[in-house]
């Protein structure tokens, strides 16, 4: 059998693939458009990591993979756009993040395959939400991403309840870790941290009381890896809400690590504007707690120590 990850080279699919190879027997199928050879450094060598590069978003050329792959016990579906792109690139980001689960979920009909666990988003709600955030929320996204993320979790209930696909979206808070790239309105949180263990200095573009939900790559990673063989997952959409923390609390448990550490702040007024609105989005993860058995074993002050040893002896965490 066969785990296929979507978006299997990205930062996520990446860790997901190590914490596979040490907890199951299954081979692991690392599906992605562009191949990111250095996130593999440490793992491209095992005989049970595949990898099969394609587009989500193209229905022949993926339904023809589909039918030339061995059984697939578990889709865990993380191919996306990330923001700023899909928010200029609307017809793109349509494509890839909607049309591109559709044709996922339309895989796992066609071709038996039981499970798809999905990553979702904070972002599936607006700034007016009532409080605290639950699973029952209302989702009105404000960005095309979120727009992404609620049709993908639509599509997904739809194929649980009417296709027999189970379909699972745990709804991340902003994830970081050792070499996590890209230009999210979160990436302050992992810079803070990378640059200085890089040995480099790290620019912070929000104010310093700015605070966001936090979870650990180790931490999601080992709770997603533990979803694969569930039979009983009884929700379709699980949150998790993270541990807050300022950009000034997480850049002084960098700088009680390294202490000179060159941490300086050129806030952008617009993004610390949106980010003050989110700070207003309290949620609660009971559900997930109580169900699925979620407990991240690192607080901020433990990640930050774990990520800065983890870049400074790992070759493809620097970048
Ligand atoms: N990183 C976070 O903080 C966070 C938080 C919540 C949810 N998520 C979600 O988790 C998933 C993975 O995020 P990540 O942080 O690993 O991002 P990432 O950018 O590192 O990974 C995304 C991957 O998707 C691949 N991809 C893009 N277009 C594709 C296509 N058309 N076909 C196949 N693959 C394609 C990219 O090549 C990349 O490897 C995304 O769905 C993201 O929205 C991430």
Redesign the pocket.
């Known amino acids: 059998m066969t785990i296929l990850i979507?978006?299997?080279?990205?930062?996520?699919?990446s860790f997901l693939a190590k914490e596979l190879l040490d907890t199951t027997s299954e081979d692991i199928m690392l599906?992605?458009?562009?191949i990111?050879e250095k996130r593999m450094i440490s793992f491209e060598k095992n005989p049970r990591i595949k990898v099969l590069r394609?587009?989500?978003?193209k229905w022949p050329e993926l339904h023809s993979q589909f039918e030339k792959l061995e059984e697939i016990s578990t889709i865990y579906h993380?191919?996306?756009?990330?923001p700023p792109l899909t928010e200029s690139e609307l017809r793109d980001a349509f494509k890839?993040n909607i049309q591109?689960t559709l044709n996922i979920l339309e895989c796992a009909r066609l071709f038996n395959i039981p499970r798809v666990i999905y990553?979702?988003?904070?972002a599936i709600y607006g700034p007016g939400v009532d409080l605290p955030v639950t699973e029952h929320s209302y989702r009105d996204p404000w960005t095309m991403?979120g727009v992404g993320?609620v049709c993908s979790e639509v599509l997904g209930s739809f194929y649980h309840r009417r296709q027999g696909v189970n379909f699972t979206s745990i709804?991340?808070?902003?994830?970081?870790g050792p070499g996590?790239?890209?230009q999210?309105m979160?990436i302050f949180a992992n810079n803070i941290i990378q640059f200085p263990a890089q040995g480099e200095k790290a620019i912070c573009n929000v104010e310093e009381d700015i605070a966001v939900p936090l979870i650990y790559i180790k931490d999601s990673t080992k709770f997603l890896a533990s979803l694969h063989d569930r039979e009983d997952i009884p929700e379709q959409a699980y949150n998790i809400d993270g541990v807050w923390v300022t950009a000034e609390d997480l850049a002084s448990y960098v700088q009680q690590e390294i202490p000179d550490a060159i941490i300086e702040y050129e806030p952008d007024p617009e993004l610390t504007f949106m980010l003050r609105s989110w700070s207003m989005m309290k949620g609660e993860s009971e559900a997930i707690f109580k169900d699925l058995g979620y407990s991240p074993s690192y607080s901020p002050k433990e990640l930050v120590k774990d990520f800065i040893a983890e870049v400074r002896t790992t070759p493809e965490y620097k970048i």
């Open positions: 979507t978006g299997g080279t990205g930062f996520i699919g599906y992605d458009f562009i990111n394609g587009d989500i978003s993380f191919g996306s756009l990330m890839i591109g990553s979702s988003s904070g991403y993320k709804r991340f808070p902003a994830l970081i996590r790239t890209g999210g979160t």
